[in-house]
């Protein structure tokens, strides 16, 4: 027997038990995580260091870094986040609707848990913690499979979550990671039919692909996202600077951060200068078309490559655009459907924007960096999916249950 397989029977012998578990014991075993975490503070930090010297040891980017690092703060948000679930409604048993049908047949539509789910992703141990809660939550077994960058931390969070759960009475498989991190392991991981119901991969465009093409468990795709900002001609250019700076600069390494600006050629002259002015300030590198070019001096030349890459780091791609229609079909283009955004005070255009841009969340004068569970007021997520089918947007809670009729009868037959 491998041991991915036996990760599979243990996750299966978990399921049976936290598939039933009330709200009140699934909140009991969450307190006790949040409390775990506050208390192995300096442990994980400990460990988080680990990775961290072979993050700068193997040229990782300072951006990366900061998605990789654990500090007392992270560890009280991720703590904080955990008790935010505490507070809200669990999913499990909820009616969605139901009917009673001519021949006395009552059936209730209802949510339940998916099962065990698998999750992979890269260098953010934060994720461990998220992801571990909100399956918990919603009466789902998880198996974590991180990065090799944040292996030590990912460990040190699992162990600690394993035992908080176990003290509070629910069995420690509830929440597995996975400590080898070759590649055929993580190749068995997604062929793990019969033990894993849905694997969601969270990372980059790369990870999700490999993920995509290679596994025969359902999958659920998230988090790539090159996202776009649009300065239309009629924009607040004080707001449109403030909009591109924060969905760019305010934390680059993540999903919802944009990748790529598209200015109309009717404010370019003035915009450009301003936001390349706030840029500077951030040592944002900046790549352009020829009409940026020739009103920024400085910058690099924007190729096919540069407007189709999720950066991750304080680069972007800026294109100058005859009107909304070139900036619609440049996202139709190159976007991965995450976030969108139309800085702009014509009606018409925002609602041109929000019907023909086909994205998880499209925005109107606001910034991408809103893409998030919490932000939206779902408590944390798993993830931002960004595909169509089972749930589409961030992934909370509900977006991590399926449906069961229940069908009640007093002896109907067909």
Do not use: W
């Not at 909100?134 to 944040?150: M, R």
């Amino acid at each position: 027997m491998s041991y991915t397989q036996e990760l599979g029977i243990r996750a299966k012998a978990a399921e049976a038990v936290i598939s039933t578990a009330g709200t009140r014991v699934k909140n009991e075993a969450l307190a006790a995580i949040s409390k775990a975490l506050i208390e192995n503070q300096e442990l994980i930090i400990a460990e988080n260091a680990k990775d961290i010297a072979a993050a700068k040891a193997n040229g990782m980017t300072e951006a990366k870094q900061d998605r990789l690092k654990l500090d007392a703060k992270r560890i009280s948000d991720m703590a904080k986040g955990v008790d935010e679930l505490i507070a809200l409604g669990d999913p499990v048993g909820e009616i969605i609707e139901g009917c009673t049908r001519p021949n006395g047949l009552r059936i209730t539509k209802t949510r339940t848990p998916l099962g065990v789910i698998g999750i992979i992703y890269e260098s953010r141990p934060n994720v461990t913690v998220d992801a571990a809660a909100l399956c918990l939550k919603a009466g789902n077994v998880v198996i974590l499979k991180g990065g090799k960058e944040a292996i030590n931390s990912n460990i040190c969070l699992g162990s600690i979550m394993r035992k908080a759960i176990a003290g509070a009475g629910l069995p420690e498989d509830v929440i597995q990671v996975v400590e080898n991190t070759s590649r055929e392991t993580t190749t068995e991981i997604m062929r793990l039919n019969g033990y894993i119901d849905v694997l969601i991969p969270r990372g980059s465009a790369g990870l999700i692909q490999a993920v995509v093409q290679n596994a025969t468990v359902p999958v659920i795709e998230t988090g790539a996202g090159n996202c776009h900002v649009y300065v239309d001609a009629s924009a607040d250019m004080d707001m449109a600077v403030d909009i591109t700076d924060n969905a760019k600069t305010q934390r680059p390494s993540v999903c919802n951060a944009i990748e790529s600006l598209l200015v109309h050629k009717d404010c370019a002259e003035k915009f450009l200068p301003l936001i390349a002015e706030r840029f500077r300030s951030h040592n944002v590198r900046i790549y352009g078309c020829d009409r940026t070019m020739a009103i920024l001096s400085g910058i690099e030349k924007a190729t096919e490559n540069e407007y189709a890459t999720e950066f991750n780091d304080y680069v972007i791609a800026v294109k100058v655009v005859d009107d909304i229609d070139e900036a619609i079909a440049h996202i139709r283009k190159y976007s991965t459907r995450h976030s969108e955004c139309i800085v702009t005070s014509l009606l018409a255009n925002a609602e041109k924007f929000q019907r023909e841009i086909d994205a998880a969340a499209v925005y109107v004068n606001a910034s991408t960096r809103f893409t998030d569970g919490g932000e939206f007021g779902l408590g944390a997520e798993i993830g931002i999916s960004t595909q169509k089918l089972h749930a589409r947007g961030p992934m909370g809670l509900r977006e991590l249950t399926t449906v069961k009729y229940l069908i009640n009868g007093n002896g109907q037959i067909r």
